[in-house]
Nanobody, 122 residues
Framework: VQLQASGGGLVQDGGSLRLSCVAS????????MGWSRQAPGKQRELVAT???????NYAGFVKGRFTISRDNAKNTVYLQMNNLKPEDTAVYFC?????????????????WGQGTLVTVSS
């Protein structure tokens, strides 16, 4: 599975951005998808997740501001980010949880995109 993220950029405090992440390759085994972020000098943290059926979960610090969605027909997950704050500045990574089934059982893997930089100026 390959993931290609895009949509990052420079925006002012209070602005909006929409991130996209397109999956390709062995996409049939993809179930949950999501976004994490990593700010300079900090650990990577989970931002939002979405199941194949569209059930979502958000980190507390983005609730009410960010919306995750996915288009299974386009193999794409989105992150609409509104009311951005300087503390949202980070590299945003999309990921996909993937299961491979065989006679031996299931192999679960997590694949990551390359990251897209979001910078929010004050």
């Amino acid at each position: 599975v390959q993931l290609q993220a895009s949509g990052g950029g420079l925006v002012q405090d209070g602005g909006s951005l929409r991130l996209s992440c397109v999956a390709s390759g062995s996409i049939r085994g993809i179930n949950d998808m999501g976004w994490s972020r990593q700010a300079p000098g900090k650990q990577r943290e989970l931002v939002a997740t979405i199941t194949r059926d569209g059930n979502t979960n958000y980190a507390g610090f983005v609730k009410g501001r960010f919306t995750i969605s996915r288009d299974n027909a386009k193999n794409t997950v989105y992150l609409q980010m509104n009311n951005l704050k300087p503390e949202d500045t980070a590299v945003y990574f999309c990921y996909a949880n993937h299961n491979t089934y065989s006679d031996s059982g299931v192999v679960a893997q997590k694949f990551w995109g390359q990251g897209t930089l979001v910078t929010v100026s004050s």
